[in-house]
């Protein structure tokens, strides 16, 4: 039985948009990394933003699927995205709401340009009416989202991975599943959100996953009493 994610009109998205990042990406990774050994790296998600506004830095193909099995698996109606950039890893997590019977995708997305053009290939792909991207700092934006959240992806900042993480856990459903992407990237970044979630008593089971540029997957199942949104 084929996906939403196999149909023509999506799969011609990914196509285009994985192709642009192939062509574009390294370049821009190459200047931004040369100016970080002149300056020393931007600690300003701002900066951060601004440095890689035309950067899509997106998960790869293998991760994209593995992120569509895992939260139709999951049936999760509610769904967290820390870090849409232009929006290719929320396609696939999108698709697999669609195939699940429907729900909600919300996103977070510091630059409004990276917003627009997010929004624009979610409706041309037919899945714009289940996502909600917003624009700014996801600690902001991410703030009141209702819970419970079913399945959480990050992969934006990785120093940002825990605040955001620990800012939504109490709306998280008992099984809700956090995949954390990018492990290799920024090893020191993620080493204080790896201890917490691979931590005795964190009410986390948690797997690295080697694929693509690893992954964390964890499981929550709530600790002292506290389950999260259900």
């Known amino acids: 039985m084929s996906t939403t994610l196999d149909s023509p009109r999506v799969q011609s998205i990914l196509d285009r948009l994985f192709q642009d990042a192939d062509s574009g990406d390294p370049r821009i990774i190459a200047r931004v990394r040369a ?76 630059h409004p340009e990276k917003v627009r053009r997010a929004r624009n290939n979610l409706e041309e792909s037919g899945l714009g009416d289940l996502v909600e991207i917003r624009e700014g700092d996801a600690l902001v934006t991410l703030r009141d989202v209702e819970g419970p959240i079913d399945f959480v992806l990050l992969d934006g900042w990785k120093n940002l991975y825990l605040p955001v993480l620990r800012m939504l856990e109490p709306r998280l459903r008992r099984g809700a599943l956090i995949v954390a992407d990018d492990l290799d990237l920024a090893p020191d970044d993620l080493r204080a959100y790896i201890e917490y979630v691979r931590g005795a008593g964190s009410g986390y089971g948690s797997v690295e996953i080697p694929l693509g540029d690893r992954l964390e997957v964890s499981c929550w199942h709530g600790r002292d009493g506290r389950e999260g949104g259900a």
């Not at 701002?46 to 440095?51: D, P, S, T």
């Not at 939260?71 to 669609?98: D, M």
């Open 35 to 110: 100016d970080w050994e002149r300056r020393g790296p931007s600690p300003d998600p701002e900066g951060l933003a601004h440095m890689f506004a035309d950067a899509y830095l997106p998960v790869s193909r293998e991760v994209g699927r593995l992120l569509h099995l895992l939260a139709f698996a999951a049936r999760a109606r509610t769904v967290v995205e820390f870090g849409t950039s232009f929006g290719i890893s929320t396609l696939f997590l999108a698709a697999a709401v669609r195939d699940g019977g429907g729900g909600r995708v919300i996103g977070s997305e510091m």
